[in-house]
Structure formats: C-alpha cells, structure tokens
C-alpha cells in the first residue's frame, strides 16, 4: 500500500500536470482542450476523494469489528485508524489550496 507521502506526490503530480496544460490550452484559446483537461481533473479529484473513502470506511469497519472481538491484533486498528486521519488530513489541505487558487485566479481577472 503506498505511504502517504506517496498519494501526496501522486495528487501534487497529477494535479500540477493538470493545470499547467489546461493553462497552456487556455493561452491557446482551444476551449475544447480545455475542456477535457477540466474533466480528467475532475475525475483525478473524484478518484482521489473515493480513496479517502474507502480508507475511513475500511477504518471503521475494523473499529467495529475491535468492538465486536473480531480483531485480535489492535495495531491493526490503529494503524487503519491513521491512514484514514491523514488521508483526510490531505485531502482538507488541498481544497483549501484549490480554493485559495481558485481565489487568486479570480482576483487576477
């Protein structure tokens, strides 16, 4: 399973390379570039949140099984637990910086 710093190089990457070619699309005035490029980022973003996801449903599904004596190991438990904070973590940090982009784009029109 990859690290966090793994799906933070990975969202980063995705999402830089995105952006710079929509910018230079948009420099073109090809609006229908642009308009892929506006939808594959949308659907990075939507597979990137349904990873998130999965790690904090995976996460309670083991808290409930803990409860339920299901799960022997607790390291297990935590060790899931953490993965889904920081994938949240992660996720809350970058719309915040999508939205502070957002912003300055909008400023600068």
């Given at each position: 399973m990859a690290t966090t710093g793994d799906v933070l190089k990975i969202i980063a990457d995705d999402k830089t390379n995105t952006i710079f070619q929509a910018t230079k699309a948009k420099q073109k005035n090809?609006?229908?570039?642009?308009?892929?490029?506006i939808e594959s980022f949308q659907d990075i973003f939507k597979e990137k949140i349904n990873e998130v996801d999965k790690l904090i449903k995976h996460e309670?599904?083991?808290e409930i099984k803990l409860q339920a004596g299901e799960v022997q190991n607790l390291h297990d438990v935590?060790?899931?637990e953490q993965k889904a904070k920081i994938a949240l973590d992660l996720a809350i940090a970058i719309r915040s910086f999508l939205l502070s982009a957002y912003d300055k784009l909008i400023q600068l029109r």
């Amino acid at each position: 399973m990859a690290t966090t710093g793994d799906v933070l190089k990975i969202i980063a990457d995705d999402k830089t390379n995105t952006i710079f070619q929509a910018t230079k699309a948009k420099q073109k005035n090809d609006t229908t570039n642009t308009d892929s490029l506006i939808e594959s980022f949308q659907d990075i973003f939507k597979e990137k949140i349904n990873e998130v996801d999965k790690l904090i449903k995976h996460e309670e599904e083991m808290e409930i099984k803990l409860q339920a004596g299901e799960v022997q190991n607790l390291h297990d438990v935590m060790i899931a637990e953490q993965k889904a904070k920081i994938a949240l973590d992660l996720a809350i940090a970058i719309r915040s910086f999508l939205l502070s982009a957002y912003d300055k784009l909008i400023q600068l029109r």
